[in-house]
């Protein structure tokens, strides 16, 4: 509970056992914790395979300091994401070959942050059936970032994506409504609201130099990323659970 709650590590942990009598090393506190992650390797494999199954997971990544002797090293903490859970891998690399081993076996939408690795692994297969979708929470906050300077533009795009916002949130969740939520997100949400929305940057381009307009077109592509179609018509808005992984 220590560790992983209040993340104190085991030799600190083993030092105010001592100052409490209790006589114990760390290295006796690291074998529990590998035999309990033996017992758990099971239902941790089980919980990757269901979040696989998902028809839209939310993956991302942030770096995971390896304490190893005789220099720290810089690892990564790949997550990935569906509506009732998540799984945790830590990986030496934040490559396009980590992205594909993360998602090996996953057939759907992937909602990400732009990061180039994921977009290098659809352009790598792209008959594997993965969908990549971008997240307008990330575009949203460039320009917010952005505003100061240019505070007309950005404005006009920021209420844009206030729309497809409220949009979102009168349509009910995936499993209420099958079929007719994947209608009414259609009509509502299609991909026209992501180019109509994106294409004022570029029409802004001369006033307002490159900011927001690379803000929003961040690689190629992006517009048909961010309009991306998710199964059962769930448009790619914001994917904030994958930021458990921060």
Known sequence: MSKYADHLPLERQARIMRREGLMIDSQTLWDQLATVAAVLRPTYETLGQYVLQAPIVGA??????????????????????????????????????????????????????????????????????????????????????????????????????????????????????????????????????????LSLDRRRDSEVGLGPADAARGQPGESDRLSARAVDGADALSRRPAHSAR
């Open 60 to 197: 991302d990544e942030t770096w995971w300091r390896l304490m190893e002797r005789p220099v720290a090293k810089r690892w990564w903490v790949w997550s990935v994401t569906r509506e009732d859970a998540v799984v945790y891998r830590i990986l030496e690399h934040r490559s396009q070959d980590a992205a594909r081993e993360v998602l090996a076996g996953f057939t759907g939408i992937v909602m990400a942050d732009g990061y180039g690795a994921y977009d290098a692994l659809v352009r790598a297969g792209p008959g594997r059936g993965i969908t990549l979708a971008h997240c307008w929470a990330h575009v949203r906050r460039k320009f917010i970032e952005a505003e100061a300077h240019y505070p007309e533009p950005c404005r006009l795009v920021l209420d844009l994506i206030g729309q497809l916002y409220a949009i979102e949130r009168e349509a009910p969740s995936l499993s209420a409504m099958g079929g007719e939520n994947e209608v009414m997100r259609g009509e509502l949400l299609g991909p026209s609201a992501a180019r109509r929305t």
